[in-house]
């Protein structure tokens, strides 16, 4: 199958440059990782959870972009998932319109 050229799905976000950094306030340690574990095992965005524990607790985090050298190889790999999450948008798409609903189209997040 021919991949290249073709339509990348919009919903990729690539956070691989992003570094969040502690506020004042935030505790660190066990209570952290049991939080973050809560929020994998629930389904949710740990950094959501996180959020919300900050605004409690009066701390914050910061998010700050580090530049990546991306190669050419990593690159490809970006593309080709961009690709695929495109072809399944489009899949999926057809058959729920197919059955009279609307497909929810979901979010692919590079780390």
Do not use: C, K
Not at 30 to 36: E, S
């Amino acid at each position: 199958m021919r991949w290249q050229g073709r339509r990348q799905s919009s919903n990729v976000e690539d956070r691989r440059g992003s570094r969040i950094s502690r506020g004042v306030g935030m505790g660190g340690g066990i209570g952290t990782i049991v939080i973050i574990l809560i929020a994998l095992y629930t389904g949710q965005d740990p950094a959501v959870l996180m959020n919300g524990l900050n605004q409690v607790t009066g701390g914050g985090t910061r998010t700050e972009e580090v530049p990546i050298n991306e190669t050419p190889e990593e690159a490809q790999m970006r593309e080709f998932t961009g690709f695929v999450l495109a072809d399944t948008e489009d899949t999926w798409n057809a058959i729920f319109t197919g059955a009279g609903r609307q497909y929810a189209e979901p979010s692919l997040v590079l780390f």
